[in-house]
């Protein structure tokens, strides 16, 4: 499985970004897919995921009502729309994918630098 992130870039506190993150390989088993960040001397942490069998989504704290996760099925990709965007926004992001199957795993894409600054 193979996890392409693009999207990220310069923006100024108060704009809006899209994420997106398309799997490829094979993808059959994949039932969860997310982004995570880490922000220069903090911890990975969990910004969003989404479940594919039910559409469960999760927001970690800091993306709650600013964020929004969705998905293309027949592109394979995942979206993360930001807005409200602020400085402590400022990250790595990295997309996430697990596969669900006999033979759980995770996989990581490389990330993508957001910066949020004026």
């Known amino acids: 499985v193979q996890l392409q992130a693009s999207g990220g870039g310069l923006v100024q506190p108060g704009g809006s970004l899209r994420l997106s993150c398309a799997a490829s390989?094979?993808?059959?088993?994949?039932?969860?897919m997310g982004w995570h960040r880490q922000a220069p001397g903090k911890q990975r942490e969990l910004v969003a995921d989404l479940r594919f069998r039910d559409g469960r989504i999760n927001y970690g704290d800091s993306a709650k009502g600013r964020f929004t996760i969705s998905r293309d099925n027949v592109k394979n990709t995942v979206y993360l729309q930001m807005s409200s965007l602020k400085p402590e926004d400022t990250a790595v992001y990295y997309c996430?994918?697990?596969?669900?199957?006999?033979?759980?795993?995770?996989?990581w894409g490389k990330g993508t630098l957001v910066t949020v600054s004026s």
């Open positions: 996430a994918a697990d596969d669900l199957g006999p033979y759980p795993r995770g996989y």
């Open positions: 390989g094979d993808i059959s088993s994949i039932g969860l």
